[in-house]
T-cell receptor, first 113, second 117 residues
Framework: NAGVTQTPKFRILKIGQSMTLQCAQD?????MYWYRQDPGMGLKLIYY???????DKGEVPNGYNVSRSTTEDFPLRLELAAPSQTSVYFC????????????FGSGTRLTVV | AQKITQTQPGMFVQEKEAVTLDCTYD???????LFWYKQPSSGEMIFLIY??????QNATEGRYSLNFQKARKSANLVISASQLGDSAMYFC??????????????FGKGNQVVVIP
């Protein structure tokens, strides 16, 4: 089983550029999440989705957008990248009950210069 | 909203000794779940153990056990017989009540553990 797959693993962006971080899961989880982790810190929730077509803001949504057109995919879009968005981004998924835990992708390390 | 507090400084642990990592939480949800994750230097998030708020017994998974004290709102992780591979950051996390649509994980800032031979 692939679990949660994130691409790319590493990326360097210039200030003002845009990019999409891809996330796909094959576990038929209805909930999906995007977190960012700044150096030496815990994970902070950016956006989440409870099912296809439904998304909502988390703790730190500014500068990001998401969409959920299918159960499997939950891409994160960065528009006009800023140095403050330099971070490690994790995608995760779960069932609605949270039972069985949350499965995380391996992360995308993004640097904005 | 959920709040997770991990305040211990980085810890050095002798191999084969036990280590306890502190976690306190706050929530207004009647039911909730508590998780511990391990993040080694390679960066991935590895699920260790789960405790439900209504579980009568403390959770255990191999060398990991969770000391759950509901009245104190604490969920400390105990790692027995430390191994060199246990060197990592450890995160406590909580989700609220799914029946309230509050299924998002909130994380603490983590505890750094270094196991020394």
């Amino acid at each position: 089983n692939a679990g949660v797959t994130q691409t790319p693993k590493f990326r360097i962006l210039k200030i003002g550029q845009s990019m999409t971080l891809q996330c796909a899961q094959d576990m038929n989880h209805n909930y999906m999440y995007w977190y960012r982790q700044d150096p030496g810190m815990g994970l902070k929730l950016i956006y989440y989705s409870v099912g296809a077509g439904i998304t909502d803001k988390g703790e730190v949504p500014n500068g990001y957008n998401v969409s959920r057109s299918t159960t499997e995919d939950f891409p994160l879009r960065l528009e006009l990248a800023a140095p403050s968005q330099t971070s490690v981004y994790f995608c995760a998924s779960s069932y609605s009950t949270g039972e069985g835990g949350y499965t995380f992708g391996s992360g995308t390390r993004l640097t904005v210069v | 909203a959920q709040k997770i507090t991990q305040t211990q400084p980085g810890m050095f642990v002798q191999e084969k000794e036990a280590v306890t990592l502190d976690c306190t939480y706050d929530t207004s949800d009647p039911s909730y779940g508590l998780f511990w994750y391990k993040q080694p230097s390679s960066g991935e998030m590895i699920f260790l153990i789960y405790q439900g708020s209504y579980d009568q017994q403390n959770a255990t998974e191999g060398r990991y056990s969770l000391n759950f004290q509901k009245a104190r709102k604490s969920a400390n992780l105990v790692i027995s017989a430390s191994q060199l591979g246990d060197s990592a950051m450890y995160f406590c996390a909580m989700r609220g009540a799914p029946e309230r649509g509050n299924n998002r994980l909130a994380f603490g800032k983590g505890n750094q553990v270094v196991v020394i031979p």
